[in-house]
């Protein structure tokens, strides 16, 4: 169904019983750890490793809550390798735009 995100880790985090704080949680993910990550080619042109660390440690844990496991790991890698990691950002930015579309979707079969 989904490529990156998991309904089930998703339901298993914030419940089923909650519908409004899911769409809640998930609008917290998209409008900051999401938002955050999509900034990171800004820091890459500025060398700021640090700010390209903080933010990948950051979002980390909520990538966990949506089952997005495969880029949780990509942003571990980054991490660990960061003046090295350009090219795992590419292929993190084409994972979030995925993600983005997953996330909306998903909070589209959210009953209301």
């Given at each position: 169904m989904y490529q990156f995100i998991s309904e089930s880790s998703i339901y298993q985090y914030f419940g089923e019983d909650d519908p409004d704080m899911i769409r809640e949680m998930i609008q917290i993910i998209l409008d900051t750890n999401i938002h955050d990550l999509q900034e990171l080619p800004l820091f890459y042109q500025e060398n700021d490793f640090l700010t390209i660390k903080k933010r990948?440690?950051?979002a980390k844990p909520s990538m966990s809550y949506i089952g997005?496991?495969?880029t949780r790991k990509l942003l571990e890698e980054i991490e660990e390798?960061?003046?090295s990691s350009q090219a795992?950002?590419?292929k993190?930015?084409?994972q979030l735009v995925?993600?983005?579309?997953?996330?909306?979707?998903?909070?589209e079969t959210v009953s209301k």
């Open positions: 990948c440690h950051k997005a496991v495969k390798n960061l003046e795992l950002n590419e993190l930015q084409a995925s993600i983005k579309q997953e996330l909306g979707d998903f909070l």
